[in-house]
């Protein structure tokens, strides 16, 4: 079975340095751990771990297979070195847009994200054209995120049977999306010729009609070089595909609340609340020197969320109990499950806000938790 789903989380490389939280409370800065340079490794250690196939490996090892894949989508040098039947078309991603490291991250999220979804059925997914083109794990994607059974033909080895197998999948997608003939970017066609734009968009809309709790890169592109035979010679022209846009909400569907209305239709009663929710959040970290300056992103990491909690149940949490100085997404998520866990402890109800949600910044699901203590602390 996979073990991704305990594997760190690839995200947006979009942190920056921000001042720690970890001076005001101590007064000094925390010494950060050497990192060895070349030929600095410990002997002991280095032994010590030799043979070891370590999570981290694997997930480094499935990025690498991601890369492959965007290697295997670029166009080839010379327009003679297409091959093509006659009337043919294929598409190419140029050598640019597939070094771009956004798109890179594009992959390495999906693919962690269907390695998590589909784990509990030992599917193991490594590269996104490879794997994908026959439909097969397509189909168990959707039967699990729709919870139906998409009737389709027994295995086929012949490739028409398989291309039949494929679009009733491709359908089923087309109509759960909701998307018009007209405007497919994909096709079954496309898909069984391991054509990587169509893959990616049509796994990105699926991602993102699910409320997968993964952010992708804001507006992604793809240059494509589409090569056609007729009459014996390969002609190409370029053309741009949108991979990724803005995500304004990550939060699952649900029964609309008053944040979904605020968000909707009062921009001004929004920045009210906001307002409130920050004078409360300050009013109790201010007793230990701290201040919230924008609601927005400074909850993202946990930090203030698990000394809030702690404050509002009238205890301080030890620094050593969660990262006071977060390096990287999986340290964010530790963090926000802590606070999570505190929450449950002090006899909160669940909250609505999924703890990925929080970690990757949505708004949204960062207003309705701390809400959520408001309601109960408010009179403290």
């Known amino acids: 079975m996979s073990t991704l789903g305990r594997s760190k989380t690839p995200q ?5 340095k921000k001042p720690s939280v970890f001076e005001k409370l101590s007064g000094t800065l925390s010494r950060k751990k050497k990192i060895p340079e ?18 981290e490996d ?8 991601g890369r492959e894949a965007l ?12 091959w093509l039947e006659e009337s043919e078309t294929r598409r190419y991603l140029t050598k640019e847009t597939a070094r771009d490291h956004k798109l890179g991250q594009v992959v390495d999220l999906l693919i962690y994200w269907l390695n998590d979804e589909l784990a509990d059925q030992r599917i193991v997914v490594r590269h996104i054209q490879e794997d994908l083109f026959d439909g097969q794990i397509i189909q168990k994607l959707l039967e699990k995120l729709e919870q139906i059974r998409i009737e389709v033909p027994e295995v086929s080895q012949s490739e028409e049977g398989q291309r039949q197998k494929l679009q009733i999948v491709i359908q089923t997608a087309n109509r759960i999306l909701g998307q018009p003939r007209d405007q497919e970017k994909w096709s079954a066609d496309l898909i069984h010729q391991k054509d990587f734009t169509a893959i990616i968009q049509l796994l990105v809309l699926i991602a993102l009609h699910y409320r997968a709790p993964i952010r992708f890169p804001d507006n992604v592109v793809a240059n494509v ?9 390969v002609k190409t022209h370029r053309i741009t595909e949108q991979i990724t846009t803005v995500q304004t ?15 909707d239709y009062g921009p001004d009663k929004l920045a009210h609340v906001k307002t409130s929710l920050l004078a409360f959040c300050n009013k109790h970290l201010n007793k230990i020197n701290l201040e919230v300056s924008d609601l927005d992103t400074q909850f993202q990491d946990g930090v203030f969320l698990v000394l809030l909690v702690g404050l509002l149940e009238g ?25 999570f866990k505190l929450m449950e402890d002090a006899g909160l109800e669940k ?30």
């Not at 290697?71 to 297409?82: E, F, H, M, T, Y």
């Not at 205890?315 to 802590?338: A, D, I, R, T």
């Open 12 to 16: 947006r490389d979009d942190t920056a």
């Open 38 to 55: 070349d030929g600095e490794h410990d002997g002991g250690a280095a032994g010590g771990h030799a043979g070891q196939h370590t999570e």
């Open 58 to 65: 694997e997930v480094l090892e499935l990025e690498l297979e």
């Open 71 to 82: 290697d295997s989508s670029l166009v080839p040098v010379l327009a003679k070195n297409i």
């Open 225 to 233: 070089v589409v090569a056609q035979k007729e009459h014996g010679q």
């Open 249 to 263: 909400e990550l939060a699952p569907k649900g029964t609309r609340d008053a944040f979904d209305t605020l968000f």
């Open 315 to 339: 205890y301080f949490v030890p620094l050593y109990h969660f990262n006071l100085q977060v390096h990287g997404h999986e340290e964010k998520v530790k963090n926000v499950q802590f606070a």
């Open 351 to 380: 909250p609505r806000s999924r703890v990925q949600d929080i970690a990757n910044g949505d708004v949204k699901s960062t207003l309705r938790l701390l809400h959520l203590l408001f309601t109960k602390y408010k009179h403290i």
